[in-house]
Nanobody, 115 residues
């Protein structure tokens, strides 16, 4: 059974940092591309960052230069380091992977950026 479990969200002031983690089980983690999506209140879910099985990364323009996605294949975990956070980064952040055209999602972790 595929499971993705996010953690690390919380309340942070503008300019602060958070590190999100997504622990996975039930998959051969090392062979799959992993994604972080986010969904702000009243908005559609959007792709924030991607890391391939080879470690290549890609970012949405809105987070480029501030967020860093990484993975630890030994721990079956993907991370999202978020720096210089802005109020507009407030959202629920979801971990995602696609296996044979099927999307798997975690339940999400709330990130709130506010003074």
């Amino acid at each position: 059974q595929v499971q993705l479990v996010e953690s690390g969200g919380g309340l942070v002031q503008p300019g602060g940092s958070l590190r999100l983690s997504c622990a996975t089980s039930g998959i051969i983690f090392s062979i799959y591309t992993m994604n972080w999506y986010r969904q702000a209140p009243g908005k559609q879910r959007e792709l924030a960052a991607t890391i391939t099985n080879r470690g290549s990364t890609n970012y949405a323009d809105s987070v480029k230069g501030r967020f860093t996605i990484s993975r630890d294949n030994a721990k079956n975990t993907v991370y999202l380091q978020m720096n210089s956070l802005k109020p507009e980064d407030t959202a629920v952040y979801y971990c995602n992977t696609r296996i044979t055209s099927v999307d798997f999602w975690g339940k999400g972790t709330q990130v709130t950026v506010s003074s």
